[in-house]
């Protein structure tokens, strides 16, 4: 039986060609769900969305009860042992660090708060403020030891927010519960966040999947069309403040303490959805010199950019991972 808080939206019986049933849940501050062409299929939805309500106890901030809230407690004045997949998460989050020369950085929480943007209260912090916030950020700060699975940090302060990855990270976890049981499904955490497991739905095209322009939010820039692929997008039109005539993004340069305003928008598209959540965000700071340095070295990735006062989307990266087009409208 479906629980409570499931919602499936479709007729009692199994659907004919051309329908799709939807199975969500609300988790992570948005709505995770699984578009199936099966009925047969929902239970094991069910238990993918139950991966997805267990990682977030495990990684929220926003829960005292959490294991990262444990490490950020204690991890300043001992190791703390963690959990194996998130000692793996970790690990994987300062080697992209380190690929995006700190434009992905899983330690920016104090600059976040200090730009009022934690609570979604946007503020401007004196250079001061932002001086001694940058003091406790920074990944290479974290100490990962591999022999004990355990994490320590160098500094007080310093604090680990998954946010930035945490999304994609539990819809690659949902997939791996489905592996083997659903040939065919589309993931999705909120409306930035997809993967698609399989050639889509009965016409087997793939699974086609709207991109929203970063400016104008009534239209549309691109299509897409996913086979066993992922795809995240990052952009500052749902969060942000203006100031004196200044729009001021929730997504912060970690490099350099303030909010990035380089891109209007970006998309990535690779097999991993943690991987397209966090090179989303990093290409959104870096901009374009940094998408197209990181497609050279990791040929699996293709970046759609709208940079900054530009009306022309750009491609960079591999083509052939996926159907995109770019629409005039």
Same mark, same amino acid.
């Given at each position: 039986? #479906?629980?409570?808080?499931?919602? *499936?939206?479709?007729?009692?019986?199994? /659907?004919?060609?051309?329908? *799709?049933?939807?199975?969500?849940?609300?988790?992570?501050?948005?709505?995770?769900?699984?578009?199936?062409?099966?009925?047969?299929?929902?239970?094991?939805? &069910?238990?993918? *969305?139950?991966?997805?309500?267990?990682?977030?106890?495990?990684?929220?901030?926003?829960?005292?009860?959490?294991?990262?809230?444990?490490?950020?407690?204690?991890?300043?004045?001992?190791?703390?042992?963690?959990?194996?997949?998130?000692?793996?998460?970790?690990c994987?989050?300062?080697?992209?660090?380190?690929?995006?020369?700190?434009?992905?950085?899983?330690? !920016?929480? /104090?600059? $976040?708060?200090?730009?009022?943007?934690?609570?979604?209260?946007?503020?401007?912090p004196?250079d001061?403020?932002?001086?001694?916030?940058?003091?406790?950020?920074?990944?290479?700060?974290?100490? *990962?030891?591999?022999?004990?699975? !355990?994490?320590?940090?160098? &500094?007080?302060?310093l604090?680990?927010?998954?946010?930035?990855?945490?999304?994609?990270?539990?819809?690659?976890?949902?997939?791996s519960?489905?592996?083997?049981?659903?040939r065919?499904?589309?993931?999705?955490?909120?409306? !930035?966040?997809?993967?698609?497991?399989?050639?889509?739905?009965?016409? +087997?095209?793939?699974?086609?999947?709207?991109?929203?322009?970063?400016?104008? &939010?009534?239209?549309?820039?691109? $299509?897409?069309?996913?086979?066993?692929?992922?795809?995240?997008?990052?952009?500052?039109?749902?969060?942000?403040?203006?100031?004196?005539?200044?729009?001021?993004?929730?997504?912060?340069?970690?490099?350099?303490?303030?909010?990035?305003?380089r891109?209007?928008?970006?998309?990535?598209?690779?097999?991993?959805?943690?991987?397209?959540?966090?090179?989303? $965000?990093?290409?959104?700071?870096?901009g +374009?010199?940094?998408?197209?340095?990181?497609?050279?070295?990791? /040929?699996?990735? #293709?970046?759609?950019?709208?940079?900054?006062?530009?009306?022309e /989307?750009?491609?960079?990266?591999?083509?052939?991972?996926?159907?995109?087009?770019?629409l005039?409208?």
């Open positions: 039986m #479906l629980r409570r808080r499931e919602f *499936l939206r479709a007729v009692p019986r199994l /659907p004919r060609e051309g329908r *799709l049933l939807h199975v969500h849940r609300r988790a992570m501050a948005c709505r995770f769900e699984a578009t199936l062409p099966e009925r047969r299929a929902v239970g094991s939805a &069910c238990a993918a *969305l139950d991966e997805v309500d267990r990682l977030e106890a495990q990684l929220s901030v926003f829960r005292e009860s959490s294991e990262v809230s444990f490490i950020n407690r204690r991890a300043a004045a001992e190791p703390v042992k963690i959990d194996e997949s998130l000692f793996a998460l970790l994987q989050c300062a080697e992209l660090h380190r690929e995006t020369g700190g434009a992905f950085d899983i330690t !920016s929480g /104090p600059l $976040t708060r200090c730009w009022g943007f934690f609570r979604r209260q946007g503020r401007i004196g001061a403020e932002i001086t001694l916030a940058r003091q406790s950020v920074g990944s290479e700060k974290m100490l *990962l030891d591999c022999e004990s699975r !355990s994490i320590m940090f160098v &500094c007080a302060g604090e680990i927010n998954l946010g930035s990855i945490g999304k994609g990270y539990a819809l690659d976890r949902a997939a519960v489905l592996k083997g049981r659903v065919n499904v589309l993931l999705s955490g909120g409306s !930035s966040s997809m993967l698609a497991m399989g050639s889509g739905d009965y016409k +087997r095209e793939g699974w086609l999947v709207g991109i929203r322009h970063p400016v104008d &939010c009534n239209r549309r820039m691109a $299509t897409v069309r996913l086979y066993d692929a992922a795809l995240s997008t990052s952009g500052g039109e749902e969060q942000f403040f203006v100031h004196e005539g200044r729009r001021y993004g929730h997504i912060i340069d970690p490099r350099t303490g303030a909010p990035s305003d891109v209007s928008g970006v998309t990535v598209i690779a097999r991993s959805a943690a991987v397209c959540d966090a090179l989303s $965000t990093a290409f959104f700071v870096g +374009r010199e940094l998408a197209e340095r990181y497609c050279e070295a990791h /040929p699996d990735v #293709l970046v759609l950019m709208l940079e900054s006062g530009s009306c /989307p750009v491609l960079l990266g591999n083509r052939a991972l996926c159907e995109v087009e770019i005039d409208e």
